[in-house]
């Protein structure tokens, strides 16, 4: 492994991080069946 | 163009999300009990020129609200101030729904009651007069079948016409009687004066009716304490005349409109037919074949779950642990990628990845069922078979609802915790939730059964399932005791009556379940996977057991070997097992990967193209179809799991099969039904509980309960020899 393959392997390793950090937290898991999650967003526009 | 809010309010279980679907398109969750919607929701309409919101509610028996989805409901009628509201209305249960319609109509905002469920009513015999009822309550009527989508269009153009102008609807002020009508006057010319604020917050007639009630909730919010003089002067005259609280003297004179109405309105002919469902329930609800009924009922269902899904599970492992690594494999190493990226990607991602998506079969089945068990109307049943149990340890039947969501996935169930009454009711279901297996942890469970119990599975999972739950009681029996000490009151719960469920709906439900499995796999399973392939390889090209996972594994391992499985690649999956409980079975399949993708390397099929392949995979799925309805035909245990026994073992499960023994792997289950629930449980209950304190709770309660049980397992099963 040289430098360019550490630097590319530590943005992988980060981007997973932030992959995870944004799912759970964020998205709160994706829960979709849930009614309590998703007050704010609109279910379905049929504009 | 124009804009209106429609408000969509109702009795719990009077269709109204079914309605709200059936004119906007939308996919609003539906289910055959009451306190399906817990939250409001809006759905978009666009017509020509006009933009409808339609706000899906939950419903209520008054504007009275006991319980917080209640609350929801009340508050957005009274403070949003709606341009107008859609009444759904059980025309099964007439008089029960009018006593709501009445306080609706002291909002003074104009109503279109749509008289749902018109088809069970036709059917029981009823006959409505709808020209009278739009008479008597000064408001549009217009009888519907949302599940048929009829009158949706007559709904439709009565909205349209309305925000138009075209004509009005003016609900009748329903007369109290002088004394209260007084009091009501009285109340509002003194709020015009000294408080003026507040009758443009709240409609007048409503507020003036509620501070004559003495609403506790009202009261608080408005700052009032009941004894401000005008308050006092305008009831006097009531204590006068009425000894008894006029709280309840209010809702006599409703009950008694409701009453007056549907008597006029509605004449009951003789419906032909026996009733279906009083003859179900009385053996489903039986004092003493009501649970067992459930637990075979859960069996069953375990039983279809296998025998319907192991063929495509087996599917889709062939799939990716062969074609699918094989040709990333190939790629890869034709666009010359580093040792590492190669390994990432097939040891990492796919593995892990793949080790869950092999699962979404069973989950798919389970959700199906779920589904299914939600819109028959079962689930209020087995609510109320569990009252008894529930009030041993202080709750009632109604707490079992969100506990049996949970068998789906354990978030909603903390939010459906809402129809509880009580802070203390929610907090101890909500810690109760997590024992329920949700589909999670299904992959684990299905793996470890077939590497060690394939002859008994579908007995093998119900069992866990039903330590789940008898877990769920003993913990509630000790925690009454000590932290959430309290009695239930009397279980009052409607039941439904059965149903057939609309097949769309079921669809629809089942895929909006399993969407979150499969997300879940492509995001965080994911995430996860490159995560703990990182923490395989770092330092890299180590050993896995030296790695910076193995060492974290190591070090842990000593807490689990009194439980029979202090291995580091245990210790390690069950603490990756935090973020989601698929996990356990993703990481495990990374540790024990590495001999698959040599073999793979070596190629067996090495010879075999691409076209090859894929015509394979497409050829196997076929035949994964046809032994699945074979499977389901043939009946019982004729094929399933055990069947599959003779095809080539899966590394994974052979490398169980020698670090675990039937006795251990148990324990290893067990803990893993029970140990602590995953994270976004505990973003869930911080955001319905306000703090992390619960989940705080749950870590360190369900964490122990499951060392000791798998303590006891494995430790008990050793003394009797296994
Ligand atoms: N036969 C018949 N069933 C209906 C009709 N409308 C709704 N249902 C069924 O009634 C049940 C309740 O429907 P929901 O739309 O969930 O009721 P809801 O009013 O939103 O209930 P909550 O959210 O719990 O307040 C479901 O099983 C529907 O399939 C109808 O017009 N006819
Ligand atoms: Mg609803």
Not at chain 2, 145 to 164: H, P
Not at chain 2, 285 to 312: C, E, H, Q, T
Request: hydrophobic share 45%; proline share 4%; aromatic share 12%.
């Amino acid at each position: 492994m040289d430098i360019m393959d550490i630097a590319v392997a530590g943005v992988i390793f980060i981007g997973a991080v932030y992959i995870l950090y944004r799912s759970i937290w964020k998205k709160k898991g994706h829960c979709s069946g849930c009614n309590g999650c998703c007050s704010k967003t609109k279910d379905k526009f049929l504009l | 163009m124009k804009t209106i809010t429609v408000a969509i309010a109702g009795n719990p279980n009077s269709g109204k999300s079914t309605l709200i679907n059936a004119i906007a398109g939308t996919n609003l969750q539906v289910g055959n009990w009451p306190g399906v919607t817990v939250e409001k929701k809006t759905a978009t309409l666009k017509i020509d020129d006009l933009i409808i919101n339609l706000v899906d509610l939950p419903g209520t028996y008054s504007l009275s609200p006991y319980t917080q989805e209640e609350v929801i409901a009340r508050d957005f009628l009274v403070r949003e101030k709606p341009d107008l509201i859609i009444d759904v209305v059980d025309s099964t249960n007439l008089e029960r729904n009018l006593y709501l319609t009445v306080q609706l109509l002291e909002l003074g905002i104009p109503i279109i009651l749509a008289l749902n469920i018109y088809d069970e009513a036709k059917k029981k015999g009823y006959e409505f007069d709808i020209e009278k009822l739009q008479e008597l309550l000064g408001i549009r009527v217009i009888p519907t079948v949302a599940t048929k989508k009829e009158g949706i269009k007559e709904i439709l153009n009565a909205i349209k016409d309305f925000a138009y102008g075209f004509y009005n609807i003016t609900p009748k002020k329903i007369n109290y009687g002088e004394d209260i009508e007084s009091s009501i006057k009285a109340i509002e010319e003194n709020l015009k004066v000294t408080n003026p604020l507040l009758l443009s917050k709240y409609p007048s007639r409503w507020l003036a009716l509620k501070l004559i009630e003495g609403d506790e909730l009202v009261m608080k919010e408005v700052d009032l304490i009941g004894d401000e003089t005008f308050l006092q002067e305008a009831k006097s005259h009531l204590f006068k005349s009425h000894d008894e609280d006029i709280e309840s003297m209010l809702a006599d004179i409703r009950y008694g409109i409701a009453n007056g109405v549907t008597r006029d309105v509605l004449k009951k002919k003789d419906g032909k037919r026996v009733d279906f469902t009083e003859k179900i329930d009385r053996i489903v609800l039986n004092r003493y074949l009501g649970i067992p009924i459930f637990l075979f009922a859960m069996w069953f269902v375990f039983k279809f779950a296998f025998d319907f899904s192991a063929p495509f599970s087996d599917w889709i492992d062939t799939t990716i642990s062969g074609p699918v690594t094989k040709w990333t494999f190939h790629a890869l190493t034709v666009v010359g990628s580093p040792q590492w990226v190669i390994s990432l990607l097939t040891e990492g991602v796919i593995a892990g990845v793949g080790a869950v998506l092999v699962f979404i079969p069973v989950i798919a089945v389970m959700m199906f069922i779920i589904t299914l068990l939600e819109g028959s109307g079962y689930m209020a049943r087995v609510a109320f078979v569990m009252d008894r149990l529930m009030h041993s340890i202080g709750l009632h039947g109604k707490s079992f609802i969100p506990m049996l969501l949970g068998f789906g996935c354990n978030v909603p169930s903390i939010y459906a915790t809402r129809v509880l009454e009580t802070e203390r009711d929610r907090k101890l279901t909500a810690l109760l939730v997590p024992l329920m297996s949700c589909g999670a942890r299904l992959p684990v469970y299905v793996i470890f059964i077939g590497a060690f119990f394939s002859d008994h599975a579908p007995t093998v999972l119900w069992s866990l399932y039903v330590l789940g739950i008898f877990m769920a009681i003993a913990l509630g029996f000790i925690l009454k005791k000590t932290l959430y000490k309290g009695f239930a009151p009397v279980f009052i719960m409607e039941l439904p009556p059965y149903r057939v469920p609309v097949f769309r709906d079921l669809m629809i439900h089942t895929w909006q379940k399993l969407k979150h499995f499969v997300i879940k796999a492509g995001t965080y399973i994911f995430a996860v996977s490159v995560i703990m392939w990182f923490l395989l390889n770092t330092p890299y090209g180590v050993e896995k057991e030296n790695s910076a996972l193995g060492r974290i594994g190591k070090t842990i391992s000593p807490v689990f070997e009194p439980l029979g499985f202090g291995t580091w690649e245990a210790s390690s999956s069950l603490v990756a097992g935090l973020i989601a409980k698929e996990v356990v079975v993703s990481t495990m399949a990374q540790i024990y990967v590495k001999e698959e993708v040599e073999e793979e390397k070596e190629g067996v099929d090495k010879e075999k193209g691409f076209i090859d392949d894929l015509k394979d995979a497409f050829l196997s799925f076929g035949f994964a179809i046809r032994d699945a309805i074979e499977n389901l035909i043939s009946g019982f245990g004729i094929k399933s799991l055990s069947a599959n026994e003779e095809e080539e073992q899966r590394p994974l499960k052979s490398k169980l099969q020698g670090i675990f023994t039937p006795l251990t792997a148990y324990a290893f289950l067990a803990f893993v039904l029970l140990y602590w629930p995953c994270v976004v449980v505990g973003i869930a209950m911080k955001q319905e509980f306000g703090s992390w304190k619960l989940y705080g709770q749950a870590l360190v309660i369900h964490s122990l309960l499951a060392w000791f049980v798998a303590f006891a397992i494995y430790q008990g099963g050793r003394i009797l020899g296994f």
